[in-house]
C-alpha cells in the first residue's frame, strides 16, 4: 500500500491549496483517511478526519478554513486549505486506517509528506 501526497507550494497568508493523497496497492476496505501536519521543531499532530460513511471531523485551528474530502472511485483525499495564515506553515501527511483483505487486521498507512509554506 502506497500513498502519495502532492499539492504543497508556497503561498501567501490569505492564500489557498490543495493536497491530494492518492492512495494504491491492495486494500480491501478504508475506514478513515486523514490529514495530519508537523511544523518545525513541533510533534506531528491531526489537522482533519473522514470517515468511510463521508463523515468529515476538524481540529479546531483550521476549522472553517479547511476541508476534507475523499473520492473513492480514485482511492483520493483531498485537503482544500484556505485562508491560509503562516501558522499553517509545515508538512503535511496523508494517513489512512485500511484493511488489504476482508480477514486482516486494519493497519495504519502514511504518505510521504507534502510541504506547505504560508508567508506572511
Known amino acids: 500500500v502506497q500513498l502519495q501526497a502532492s499539492g504543497g507550494g508556497l503561498v501567501q497568508a490569505g492564500g489557498s491549496l490543495r493536497l491530494s493523497c492518492v492512495v494504491s496497492?491492495?486494500?480491501?476496505?478504508?475506514?478513515?483517511m486523514s490529514w495530519f501536519r508537523q511544523a518545525p521543531q513541533k510533534q506531528r499532530e491531526w489537522v482533519a478526519s473522514v470517515t468511510g460513511g463521508g463523515s468529515t471531523t476538524y481540529a479546531d485551528p483550521v476549522k472553517g478554513r479547511f476541508t476534507i474530502s475523499k473520492d473513492n472511485d480514485k482511492n483520493t483525499a483531498y485537503l482544500q486549505l484556505n485562508s491560509l495564515k503562516p501558522e499553517d506553515t509545515a508538512v503535511y501527511y496523508c494517513?489512512?486506517?485500511?484493511?488489504?483483505?476482508?480477514?486482516?487486521?486494519?493497519?495504519?498507512?502514511w504518505g510521504q509528506g507534502t510541504q506547505v509554506t504560508v508567508s506572511s
Open positions: 494517513h489512512i486506517a485500511a484493511r488489504s483483505t476482508f480477514f486482516s487486521a486494519e493497519y495504519d498507512y
Open positions: 496497492g491492495s486494500i480491501f476496505s478504508i475506514s478513515t
